[in-house]
DNA sequence: TACAAATCTAAGGCGTCCGC
DNA sequence: GCGGACGCCTTAGATTTGTA
């Protein structure tokens, strides 16, 4: 057995088939239709909340007689209980009703009662429940076991559910209940009062059906010792405090039974390669450094379990735009662990009166990688604890600097109209027990279960395009909320007045941007510097912090002009000329890297010739190294090496020692073949 | 000790974006 | 339109936990 299996409970399914339930209500539908979509909700919750109760499944008023006792017109569907599945589903999909209108349904209770009795004996369930649906429009055939079957369902605590015509209350005037029907309702509202059971319409039923069920499982629990340098050690266990639902899982499976076979194949070329003979490697550059399993274990690092504080900080220097991760986890003291639970609070207070969070090193299992995180010290219920939310260590934060919105002024009645709309719709005042959105369900979720029910009962019909109402309901604000906001809502229409706007392409805004000249000679254009300043340098000027690889020229030019000093932009500029050269695809081509290296030296040549003369130095030992001795070749041809002293009177480099530096020595030289040797080999090991 | 459930991690598949 | 880079999602496998 697990630790400690989920409940498993032993349904029986008991739904009347009889002549009775096929009569049309004023809604226009049967009874019997109205059991099928309840009955079938319940199983397809099953399989969704992937719950381990099993079902059985008996009809009343069938045309067959099939169970233990004999009892006419019960027939005994699924005798072995079984796991809610397709199979089950089909089967209540396709009821049908029958002519019999003399089946008995307290004569199907027996049975159902039966069945649980014999059918669930030496199998570990948690719990016993009959469903029955029914109009109970049928004259019983005796009464006689009535108090039989109200002592047996107590002996054996089976919970009793009944599905059945709505209330009196609950009815239109037009609405009547036959004499047969108001009596069979008291005698199983009197089997409901005696064992306890549940009764309901199909409308209260259906709304508690609508959506799938959640399962909640129990939370696995994380024993660790909170670490507080190298002396204490406070045992607490983690539990998740919330994770994100997960979507359905598919899986590849065939539908004509022929089992589908995923096979990896390795092609070098077109020439297969065994899997044994394939390592990976990580590409630096254009270099494959290759690494074996061996290399990946003596380079793995490895970690021991832990929870380790390595510091306090102030609270508000961890803010929540901060807090990373998909879940966050409850940390209390671990249960029955003296002075655990006293050390816990002692320092959850001290942290609290402090208004300071601890920050923690926290490593899952052995070998696991370390992960930065926060215990926020909480009191709920005068129950101390922390919560961990992890943290971002300083590779994962992107700093975006997005363009100013000083151009956009609103109104002063603009404001107060976004104003009152925010307090109309505020959430954070509603009581947490009327708050209709502390329970939402994940409207994807709810979608995807309905459309592969769809699909499993109807593979050929195609998905519906609309979605389901209920699916709608979910995805829009409470009917009571909106009307709250109306006049919010009323305001900010008249206020903020929308206009169509022709979307332009691209070539298009380029043509407004350049006007044509008045010459009208098509290959002069003319710059309108006002729109020039609101598009193109506006973005420029609000978003170049840095040199990127799209306009390294561009970028260089910005910059000095907006007064970056002279050295980091040209260390900058050093580090997108190696980018393109060494990091780049082959598609990038020589231009881009040559134009900005020849900007490079001119600019040097003005302000700073030493710059230039180190970094071209070691870029020509990184060039010939790696074998890239074709751009090399360029800079030899366009002139592009070091800096004389007749070009800048800050240079020491005479035009000789220039001249010089184009060549190629033989160590060097030696070294690209060597290089080129180890490349080769390496190749070939791969 | 075996087992099931919860949890985490790495690898591979796939879609999107962007530069060429 | 193509292909590389990147990120998200799924899946399989590993680890941990607690009970029978």
Redesign the pocket.
């Known amino acids: 057995?697990?630790?400690?299996?989920?409940p498993m409970e032993a349904v029986v399914l008991l739904i009347d088939i009889g002549e009775p339930v096929s009569h049309e209500d004023k809604d226009g539908q049967s009874f019997l239709l109205k059991s099928k979509q309840c009955a079938s909700r319940i199983i397809q919750r099953k399989i969704f909340s992937d719950a381990?109760d099993q079902f059985s499944l008996i009809f009343v008023g069938s045309n067959k007689t099939d169970n233990d006792m004999d009892y006419p017109h019960i027939e005994v569907k699924q005798r072995w209980f079984v796991p809610p599945n397709w199979d089950l589903l089909r089967a209540i999909e396709n009821m049908k009703t029958t002519d019999v209108n003399s089946a008995d349904w307290l004569d199907g209770l027996i049975v159902a009662v039966n069945l649980l009795k014999h059918e669930t004996e030496g199998r570990k369930f948690t719990s016993q429940k009959i469903v029955m649906l029914s109009n109970f429009a049928t004259r019983l055939r005796s009464k006689d076991h009535l108090e039989d079957v109200i002592a047996t369902l107590k002996e054996m605590k089976i919970k009793l559910v009944v599905i059945g015509p709505e209330s009196d209350d609950d009815l239109s005037s037009e609405e009547t209940k036959s004499n047969i029907q108001q009596k069979g309702e008291v005698l199983i509202g009197r089997i409901v009062d005696e064992v306890d059971g549940v009764m309901c319409g199909f409308a209260e039923a259906m709304s508690q059906l609508d959506h799938f069920q959640k399962f909640i499982?129990?939370?696995?629990?994380?024993?660790?010792d909170l670490e507080i340098g190298e002396d204490i050690f406070i045992p607490v266990?983690g539990?998740?405090k919330f994770?994100p639902k997960?979507?359905?899982?598919?899986?590849?499976k065939s539908i004509e039974k022929t089992p589908i076979i995923q096979e990896?194949v390795f092609l070098q070329g077109d020439e297969e390669v065994e899997k044994s003979e394939v390592i990976?490697g990580h590409?630096f550059g254009q270099t494959v450094v290759p690494i074996s399993g061996d290399d990946?274990t003596s380079m793995a690092l490895t970690t021991q379990?832990c929870c380790q504080i390595i510091g306090f900080t102030k609270k508000q220097n961890v803010p929540r735009h901060i807090l990373v991760g998909d879940?966050a986890?409850y940390i209390v003291p671990r249960n029955e662990i003296e002075g655990a639970k006293i050390a816990v609070t002692a320092l959850v207070k001290v942290l609290l009166e402090v208004d300071m969070v601890a920050i923690v090193r926290k490593?899952?299992?052995?070998?696991?990688?370390p992960?930065l995180g926060a215990l926020i010290p909480t009191c709920e219920d005068a129950s101390y604890f922390f919560y961990h939310v992890p943290l971002p260590f300083a590779e994962d934060e992107r700093v975006v600097r997005l363009p100013s919105l000083s151009k956009v002024q609103p109104s002063q009645d603009q404001l107060d109209a976004v104003d009152h709309l925010i307090d109309d719709m505020d959430l954070t005042q509603i009581d947490e027990d009327e708050d209709p959105y502390s329970q939402l369900l994940n409207p994807a979720v709810e979608h995807l279960n309905n459309m592969v029910v769809l699909k499993a009962l109807h593979p050929d019909s195609k998905l519906p395009s609309e979605l389901n109402i209920n699916i709608k309901n979910l995805l829009q604000p409470k009917p009571e909320i909106l009307e709250n906001a109306s006049t919010s809502l009323d305001n900010i229409r008249t206020l903020f007045q929308l206009e169509e706007i022709e979307q332009k392409s691209y070539r298009k805004g380029a043509a407004d941007l350049f006007k044509r000249g008045s010459t009208g000679n098509d290959t002069e254009v003319e710059v309108n510097p006002e729109n020039l300043a609101d598009s193109i340098v506006g973005i420029v000027q609000s978003t170049v912090t840095e040199i990127g690889?799209?306009d390294p020229e561009g970028d260089f030019l910005k910059l000095k002009e907006l007064g970056e000093p002279f050295g980091k932009i040209c260390d900058q500029m050093q580090k997108v000329i190696r980018k393109l050269i060494f990091?780049?695809?082959n598609?990038?081509?020589t231009r881009?890297p040559l134009a900005a290296l020849t900007l490079l030296r001119e600019q040097c040549k003005k302000m700073s010739p030493l710059t230039y003369n180190s970094f071209v130095a070691s870029f020509k030992d990184d060039l010939v190294e790696r074998g890239y001795s074709d751009f090399w070749e360029i800079i030899v041809q366009d002139k592009l090496g070091l800096i004389t002293s007749v070009e800048s009177e800050e240079s020491t480099v005479s035009p000789d020692e220039a001249d010089t530096f184009y060549q190629i020595n033989k160590c060097e030289s030696l070294s690209e073949q060597n290089y080129e040797m180890e490349a080769e080999d390496m190749l070939d090991m791969l």
Do not use: I
């Open positions: 057995m697990s630790r400690q299996s989920k381990a499982g129990r939370a696995a629990p994380w024993h660790c266990t539990y998740k994770a997960k979507l359905l899982t598919w899986k590849k990896t990976n590409l990946k379990k879940s986890q490593v899952y299992c052995k070998n696991s990688a992960k690889t799209v990091t780049s695809s598609a990038v081509g881009k």
